[in-house]
């Protein structure tokens, strides 16, 4: 069965930070592009950031750009999210998913075929 499976995520004061980890089970994501999202309460799913399969692209939303860091490190099969500067805005359940290619150029969600089951962030003093 194809999987995400997502660890990390929490509480944190405004201005901290947190990693996010995604890792694959039971196939590879070396082929794949890969996304996070995240949905506030009472908003729609936003793309947050994407890389490609090979990890020289990378992409990310005005609102976190600066303060996010997308990587991948195939070989533990594994997408990771820093999260710096964390403002009460960022709070959301964030989710990791895979592109149906290799290629990381927008944030359409139907180009996304796996989820992971989502972390919740939460940014508050």
């Known amino acids: 069965q194809l999987q995400l499976v997502q660890s990390g995520g929490g509480s944190v004061q405004p201005g901290g930070s947190l990693r996010l980890s995604c890792e694959a089970s039971?196939?590879?994501?070396?082929?794949?592009?890969m996304g996070w999202f995240r949905q506030a309460p009472g908003k729609e799913r936003e793309g947050v950031s994407c890389?490609?399969?090979?990890?020289?692209?990378?992409l990310y939303a005005d609102s976190v750009k600066d303060r996010f860091t997308i990587s991948r490190d195939n070989a533990k099969n594994t997408v990771y999210l820093q999260m710096n500067s964390l403002k009460s805005e960022d709070t959301a359940v964030y989710y990791c998913?895979?592109?149906?290619?290799?290629?990381?150029?927008?944030?359409?969600?139907?180009?996304?075929?796996?989820w992971g089951q989502g972390t919740q962030v939460t940014v508050s003093s």
């Open positions: 998913a895979s592109n149906r290619f290799s290629s990381c150029s927008d944030f359409t969600p139907s180009d996304y075929d796996v």
């Open positions: 890389i490609s399969a090979s990890g020289e692209s990378t």
């Open positions: 039971g196939w590879r994501l070396d082929y794949y592009g």
